[in-house]
Each structure stands twice: as structure tokens, then as C-alpha cells.
């Protein structure tokens, strides 16, 4: 089965420091979800973008992300022009240039 990913971009307010401070307290609680491999947290301050490029094991963890966390997140005033993308991900093609697809990563 291949693993699913999530692309997850956003505009926000603020500074990259209260961004970081704001999102740290997710970190955790997201490590822990059933079914994450890992996550890329992105930040473009120039931009005022964020966002993320997370993998999962199945379809069921990337659904429980994206109407767990992500649905709270629609709703957070401090974001806008949030973006998310499925993908399945081609895992031969992503071995051979080095992509972590079969790697699960631990706190």
C-alpha cells in the first residue's frame, strides 16, 4: 500500500517567533497520531506562509489529521487561504532519489 501525503500551506499573522510559539504545542500531540510518519513544518516569514508536508501510513491517519487538527484549524483567526492537498505517493520512484518514505519518526 502506498503511504499517503498531506500538503498543507496557509497565509498567517504575525511574527515567525509567535508562528513558532503558537505551533510548538501541536508538535507533540501530532508526533503521537496513529498512522504519522513524520512531518516537515515549513515557514516563508517573507511571505507570511506556512504550512506542511506530512506522510502517513494509510488514509485513515491522513483523514483523521485532516478532520481532527486541520478542521480545528479552518476555524483559527490567525490563518487564512488554507490549502490542502492528497497525494499518494510513489514509493519506488521516491526510494531511489533518497525520499525517508518507510521511515517513521520518533520523539
Known amino acids: 500500500m502506498a503511504s499517503k501525503l ?3 500551506n496557509y497565509k498567517f499573522t504575525g511574527t515567525r517567533a509567535e508562528y513558532a510559539a503558537a505551533n510548538l504545542p501541536w508538535a ?3 508526533a ?18 506556512a504550512g506542511g508536508i506530512v506522510l502517513f501510513e494509510d488514509d485513515a491517519a491522513r483523514d483523521a489529521y485532516v478532520n481532527g487538527p ?6 483559527d483567526p490567525t490563518i487564512s487561504d ?11 520512484h521516491t526510494a531511489i532519489t533518497r525520499g525517508p518514505v518507510g521511515e517513521r519518526v520518533s520523539a
Open 6 to 8: 498531506l500538503q498543507v
Open 28 to 30: 507533540q500531540p501530532l
Open 32 to 49: 503521537d497520531m496513529a498512522g504519522l510518519r513524520w512531518k516537515i513544518w515549513l515557514m516563508n516569514e517573507a511571505e507570511g506562509e
Open 70 to 75: 486541520l478542521a480545528a484549524a479552518k476555524d
Open 82 to 92: 488554507l490549502t490542502i492537498k492528497r497525494f499518494d505517493v510513489l514509493e519506488e
